[in-house]
């Protein structure tokens, strides 16, 4: 079946390391999108990528890169950078437009 | 985009219809409601859109008023698998990238 997969479920990081966060579709949708979510909260955008090899911050994007070399995979690296990095990191893709967006079931950071 | 404003949260019977209201009085000519849903630790689920008409698919019902300033989702036999936090979103016809996410509304179906 066509979705969105991300992994792993869980990851644990120590402080002070960078952290890389998979997701990959097989929608053939163009454009694709990291989320940060935090307890009791709405989604936020991290950044976002219309098509292959380009992508832009989003709205908290400091403390985060990603890179866009294949349609089908956009991963998000965590860097030291991100002083509060523990929360839920929701990937998704769609065909851009109008259309809806279909999202991956989440990666759960959390800071040992 | 302009916001919404939704209950923090509702019960429904299971077996009844449940009716999650949004207030947008700030949305503008473009300007498309969606609906999405969040089964906790899941990623949300898109559910229905419309702009002005009504709309219903195998999900729900999209009931939006004439002067666009709020609307309904219809969940016409509320489940207890329903149980989710559902999301009522603006997204206008020009900006591809920006869905902005409120608190939602916290829908506990019950037996």
């Known amino acids: 079946d066509g979705g969105i997969t991300q992994s792993p479920k869980y990851l644990f990081r120590k402080e002070g390391q960078n952290v890389t966060l998979s997701c990959e579709q097989n929608?053939?949708?163009?454009?694709m999108y990291w989320y940060r979510q935090d307890p009791g909260q709405g989604l936020r955008l991290i950044y976002y990528?219309?098509?292959?090899?380009?992508?832009q911050k989003g709205d908290i994007a400091e403390g985060y890169s990603v890179s866009r070399e294949k349609k089908e995979s956009f991963p998000l690296t965590v860097t030291s950078a991100q002083k509060n990095p523990t929360a839920f990191y929701l990937c998704a893709s769609s065909m851009g437009g109008l259309r809806p967006q279909h999202f991956g079931d989440g990666t759960r950071l959390s800071i040992l | 985009d302009a916001k919404t404003t939704q209950p923090p949260s509702m019960d429904c019977a299971e077996g009844r219809a449940a009716n999650l209201p949004c207030n947008h009085s700030t949305i503008s000519g473009n300007e498309y409601v969606y609906w999405y849903r969040q089964i906790h630790s899941q990623g949300p689920q898109y559910i229905i859109h419309g702009l002005k008409n009504n709309e219903t698919n195998e999900m729900a019902s999209l009931i939006i008023t004439e002067d666009r300033k709020s609307s309904t989702l219809i969940l016409p036999h509320a489940t207890l698998r329903d149980t989710a936090v559902y999301y009522c979103?603006?997204?206008?016809?020009?900006?591809?990238?920006?869905?902005?996410w409120g608190l939602g509304t916290s829908l506990a179906v019950n037996p």
């Open positions: 979103i603006l997204r206008s016809a020009g900006n591809n990238r920006k869905l902005i």
């Open positions: 929608l053939n949708h163009d454009a």
């Open positions: 990528s219309q098509i292959v090899n380009d992508f």
